[in-house]
C-alpha cells in the first residue's frame, strides 16, 4: 500500500520541494552574512565555471525535465522504492543544510571566501565532518538520481556538483590552512571531510 502512494509526479514534486526548501534556508543567510565585508576571495573563473556546472547538474537539468519531460528518450521505469530511498535522501538533504548554516551563521558564503573575524567553526555538525556542506549537496544529488527515472536528468546532480567538489576541495582546505594554520590541520586531524569516520 505504502509503495503506492509514491507516484512520479509525487517523487518529481520533491525534487521541486527540496529546491525550494534549498533556497529558503539559503537565502535567509545569503543575506544575514553580506552585512559581514569579504576580506579574502577565491571567487575566479574556474570557481565561477564550477558553480555553473553545479547548478546546471543539480537544478536546471532536473527542472526542464521535471517541466517538459526531457530528455524524455532517456526514461526509464519508475520505481516506487527507489523513489521512498530518494524521499529519505532528500530529508536529510534539507536537515544537513540547516545544521550547516545554522553552524557557519556569518562565516557562510557560496563561494571560497573569507569574511571579517572568520573564525574555525568546529561546533555542531562540523564536530564531525569538515564539509557537511558538501555532504548536503552529495545527498541531495543521490535524492535527485532515485527519484527522477532518467539516466540523464537522475544523475545530472552526481555528475554536476562532482565536477564543483572535486574541482574545488583540495583548493578550500589550502585556503583553510593558509588562514588557520596548526588549528586547521589539528581540525583535519580529527574530522573526516564529508562522511563521519569513513571519508
Same mark, same amino acid.
Given at each position: 500500500?505504502?509503495? $503506492?502512494?509514491? %507516484? ?8 521541486? =520541494? %527540496? ?10 543567510? +545569503? ?7 569579504? $576580506? ?8 565561477? @565555471? ?12 532536473? &527542472?526542464?525535465?521535471?517541466? %517538459? ?8 521505469? &519508475?520505481?516506487?522504492? !527507489? +523513489?521512498? @530511498? ?6 536529510? $538533504?534539507?536537515? #544537513?543544510?540547516? @545544521? %550547516?548554516?545554522? +553552524? =557557519? ?20 555538525? *562540523? ?11 552529495? #545527498?541531495?544529488?543521490? +535524492?535527485?538520481? #532515485? @527519484? ?9 546532480? =552526481?555528475?554536476?556538483?562532482?565536477? #564543483? ?8 582546505? !589550502? ?11 589539528? *581540525?583535519?586531524?580529527? $574530522? ?6 569513513? *571519508?
Amino acid at each position: 500500500m505504502g509503495f $503506492t502512494l509514491m %507516484t512520479p509526479l509525487v517523487a518529481k514534486t520533491i525534487v521541486i =520541494l %527540496t529546491m525550494v526548501a534549498w533556497y529558503i534556508i539559503r537565502f535567509r543567510h +545569503a543575506h544575514r552574512s553580506r552585512r559581514t565585508p569579504i $576580506t579574502h576571495s577565491h571567487r575566479d573563473r574556474r570557481e565561477q @565555471l564550477l558553480l555553473i556546472i553545479s547548478l546546471c547538474g543539480l537544478g536546471a537539468v532536473p &527542472f526542464i525535465y521535471i517541466v %517538459t519531460g526531457f530528455p524524455w528518450f532517456a526514461d526509464y521505469p &519508475f520505481r516506487p522504492a !527507489q +523513489a521512498w @530511498l530518494g524521499l529519505i535522501c532528500a530529508i536529510g $538533504t534539507v536537515v #544537513l543544510f540547516r @545544521l %550547516t548554516h545554522k +553552524a =557557519l551563521g556569518r562565516n557562510w558564503s557560496v563561494s571560497l571566501d573569507l569574511r571579517e573575524n572568520h573564525r574555525l567553526v568546529a561546533e555542531g555538525i *562540523y564536530r564531525y565532518v569538515r564539509h557537511p556542506m558538501y555532504s548536503a549537496f552529495w #545527498l541531495w544529488a543521490v +535524492a535527485q538520481a #532515485l @527519484l527522477l527515472p532518467n539516466w540523464i536528468a537522475g544523475p545530472a546532480g =552526481l555528475v554536476g556538483f562532482g565536477i #564543483l567538489y572535486f574541482g574545488r576541495i583540495s583548493r578550500e582546505e !589550502q585556503m583553510m590552512l593558509k588562514q588557520f594554520g596548526a588549528e586547521y590541520r589539528d *581540525y583535519m586531524d580529527k $574530522t573526516s571531510r564529508i562522511i563521519p569516520k569513513i *571519508y
